[in-house]
């Protein structure tokens, strides 16, 4: 019963996270536009294999900075950086970059080691599931152990694929309707990062 209770609350709580417009179910897009939703899987892997391990450090975490909170700002700090960064590299491309999209096969293993890289950038990641998880700690809804913190990443892992396998094969399918996004992708990426980051700089001062 725990392991399904744990599994559950896992898949249901990455799967709500996942859907919110990021950088990277953005990227997820972006990459079944450019190179097939083939490429896009392999991406999504990329992220899911990273995704599993945060997990499980936002739920060790919530057993451990509860008491610490000068820590969960720290992270905020270097967060907020690097989304500030990501916001310049986005734009950077945007106006870089020829506004015509072709499609472009890109090599499995790069594709998923792109993922694992993109992920690794999402410092949202490990906050989000150290919040949730102290949330159904507060609630009694969940026992921190190496177990439980196992199921619940296998849990989270599942719903975050599930969640990013959409986007890639809804785009894919509706690629003409989506042209006019498709060619401004990385000036919406900029965007969404830049007011994320600007607003964690403000929240910070």
Avoid at 27 to 55: C, D, E, N, R
Avoid at 131 to 149: A, P, Q
Wanted: aromatic share 16%; hydrophobic share 50%.
């Amino acid at each position: 019963m725990t392991f399904l209770t744990c599994l559950l609350f896992g898949f249901l709580i990455a799967a709500s996270g996942s859907i919110v417009p990021s950088f990277l179910n953005l990227t997820v897009v972006k990459f079944s536009l450019k190179s097939g939703w083939k490429s896009a899987f392999y991406l999504i892997g990329g992220f899911a294999t990273v995704l599993f391990f945060q997990a499980n450090i936002g739920a060790y975490l919530s057993s451990v900075l509860m008491e610490n909170s000068e820590y969960i700002t720290l992270i905020q700090k270097v967060g907020t950086g690097i989304l500030l960064l990501l916001s310049a590299n986005f734009f950077r491309l945007y106006f870089t970059s020829k506004k015509q999209i072709k499609k472009q096969e890109i090599d499995k293993s790069k594709a998923y080691l792109h993922g694992i890289g993109m992920s690794l950038l999402n410092t949202f990641a490990i906050p989000f599931y150290f919040t949730s998880i102290s949330l159904l700690i507060g609630l009694e809804y969940f026992e921190y152990s190496l177990l439980n913190s196992l199921y619940f990443s296998i849990g989270s892992t599942a719903g975050s694929f599930t969640l990013y396998a959409v986007y890639a094969t809804v785009a894919s399918r509706i690629e003409h309707k989506l042209t006019f996004i498709a060619t401004r992708m990385d000036f919406i990426l900029g965007c969404l990062t830049g007011v994320v980051g600007v607003g964690n700089l403000i929240y910070l001062l």
